[in-house]
């Protein structure tokens, strides 16, 4: 009896195995009928909290959760590799003056926000510039970056210096930490 007992729990759980693999197999069916590839449509991301917003300054959670939303959606400078090293997105190169008070960044060309606009320097430079003129601007001018920013200047269409009061050697690894996204 104990034999038939084992046997009728195995068949159980194949059973509840293929109904939950066809049910899977149906909702994903149905799902890509409904949503063809392409763009638009909606993203709907699960997370154990409320995220409240995507601007900085109004949301100013460093949640997790937020944290890995914005990851998804927003796209940084530069980025760190598998090997530890770090490489260009959104911009094509980073180089310090001499005593690593400036820092110039060179944006890639041809980037484009979602709603089609251009991503030039000057995009760039007017959300810094809401960033330390904000009631916030001791986290984006001194704490999270570690050595007091003073302010970022375009320099053409798409060049961008960042100057510090301070020589700031590690600035490009702030830019490319993954948990920095929502600065750019």
Known sequence: ????????????LFGLAAG??????????TASAHHPAGKGGRLVVGVQ????????????SF??????????????LFDVDGNGKIQPLQAVSATPSDDFKKWRIKLRQGMKFSNGEEF???ALTVHWDRLIKSR??????????????????????????FIFKKPHAGFLNVL????????V
């Open 63 to 76: 949640a997790s959760s937020r944290l890995q939303v914005l990851s998804a959606v927003y796209e940084r």
């Open 120 to 122: 030039t320097s000057e």
């Open 136 to 161: 916030w601007k001791g986290r984006y001018t001194g704490r999270l970056m570690g050595v007091p920013l003073i302010k970022v200047a375009a320099i053409d269409k798409y060049t961008v210096d």
């Open 49 to 60: 909290q409320d995220i409240t917003g995507f601007d900085p300054i109004k949301a100013i």
């Open 1 to 12: 009896m104990h034999k038939f007992m084992k046997y009728c729990a195995v068949v159980k």
């Open 176 to 183: 490319a930490a993954p948990n920095n996204a929502w600065w």
């Open 20 to 29: 939950v693999i066809a049910l899977v197999g149906l909702t994903a069916n």
